[in-house]
């Protein structure tokens, strides 16, 4: 080989390093997590929102986008229906769908009746004296008893059997929206709402909707007699329709928001389920011909709120979480991406690309991922 053409070779190569050397590569993990090392030896791992991908979930009763891998699990019948769709991995990232909820009495004096009632042989009376109370009937107070109502319909329901219901316990109000569902003229205290809560004593948050309808009062004695009189209290109930939550690992949901709420809004119920459904109901309200356009009026409305939400608590949040994870956040000044990295990144970083957050409005947007030298 003459000089010429070695020196050739070798300049080739060299070139070839160089660009290997400062270009990135791109790693998909065993979890479909993404992780690129990038410029001057930074390794940059993607959220698990940021690299999910989705797939279409069909049966005969409904089809919806997912995202790819989750678990779909379904209980109930018709009007009773309920979907719970998650990450296996991590059962706080969720969409869950309840269409009706059932007895929720007005008070623990109709409670106390029906339970009377039953200890004297009635045992028509054995549901109501077993169903939770709904003391303040409103979006907010039936997630508020959610997991007793669960608990209830669970042992009462065989529909429900090994149908697993999240758990939205210490439900806890962190801000709130006005309610565009079409039901808003009949239902009480009907909100969009954004709230905290624990399963298994792991902390979630998410956005949550439900319509809780009067069925009116129904006066009932439990055999009391006051002064020569038999009294009578209201054993009267409530009942929720198109129940929604959408929720994920508390300070993670602002990165799940939009994965999770562009998915649900794709849910449709075949014709098929929508006629038995039909066939199978007596209601006054929530026809189930109108499930579909009562779900997409949700999403819409939970996706507005979103954006026009107080991003005052989630700088607030995100901020706190850093600290006590002993995170600190940069961004990409090529993308505008955001990324937490160890406390500590800034100071050894030497390079141009990637600087410290220091507007606060960084803080309301979702991360990308998580940003280390390599």
């Known amino acids: 080989m003459n000089i010429k053409k070695l020196t050739a070779l ?3 190569l060299s070139i070839a390093l160089f660009f290997s050397a400062c270009g990135s ?16 030896g930074i390794k940059i791992t993607q959220t698990a929102a940021k690299s999910v991908q989705t797939e279409k979930y069909e ?12 678990t779909v699990t379904t209980g109930g019948t018709n009007i009773y229906h309920s979907i719970r769709i998650c990450d296996p991995s991590e059962p706080l990232n969720q969409m869950f769908i309840l269409l009706k909820a059932d007895i929720l009495l007005h008070s623990q004096a109709g409670k106390t009746a029906w339970q009377q009632n039953y200890n004297m042989g009635n045992t028509k009376a054995a549901l109501f004296a077993k169903a939770p109370v709904l003391e303040n009937p409103s979006t907010e107070g039936f997630f508020k008893i959610f997991s007793q109502y669960t608990d209830f319909v669970s042992e009462a329901e065989p529909d429900y059997y090994g149908y697993v219901f999240p758990r939205f316990d210490g439900f806890t109000v962190t801000d ?24 298994n ?17 129904y006066m009932i004695s439990g055999g009391n ?17 198109n129940i929604v939550a959408v929720t994920a690992v508390k300070d993670t949901f602002i990165e799940w928001e939009s994965v999770l709420t562009e998915c649900m809004k794709t849910l449709q119920y075949s014709d098929s389920f929508v006629s038995a459904a039909n066939r199978a109901s007596d209601e006054k309200v ?15 409305a ?11 608590q989630d700088i607030i949040s995100q901020k706190q979480s850093d600290a006590i994870l002993g995170y600190e956040r940069v961004y990409d000044t090529e993308t505008n991406e955001i990324y937490k990295a160890n406390n500590g990144f800034t100071d050894v970083y030497d390079g141009e690309r990637y600087k410290a957050v220091t507007d606060d409005n960084m803080y309301t947007k979702p991360i990308s991922g998580y940003i280390e030298k390599d």
């Open 201 to 217: 004593e792991k902390n979630g948050e998410g956005m949550f909707a439900a319509d809780v309808v009067d069925f009116g009062s």
């Open 302 to 312: 939970m996706m507005s709120s979103w954006e026009n939400r107080n991003k005052s």
């Open 59 to 70: 049966t005969a009763d409904f089809s919806i986008t997912i995202p790819k891998g989750w």
């Open 286 to 300: 929530a026809l189930a011909k109108q499930i579909s356009q009562n779900f997409n009026q949700t999403m819409d």
């Open 10 to 12: 070798i300049l080739s």
């Open 25 to 40: 590569k791109t790693v998909v993990n065993s979890d479909s997590i993404k992780t690129e090392k990038a410029e001057k």
């Open 176 to 199: 709130r929206y006005a309610s565009t569902s079409s039901m808003k003229s009949v239902s009480m205290g009907d909100e969009l709402l954004r709230a905290t809560f624990t399963d």
């Open 225 to 241: 007699v006051v002064n020569y009189q038999l009294q009578a209290v209201d054993g009267g109930y409530y009942m929720a329709y």
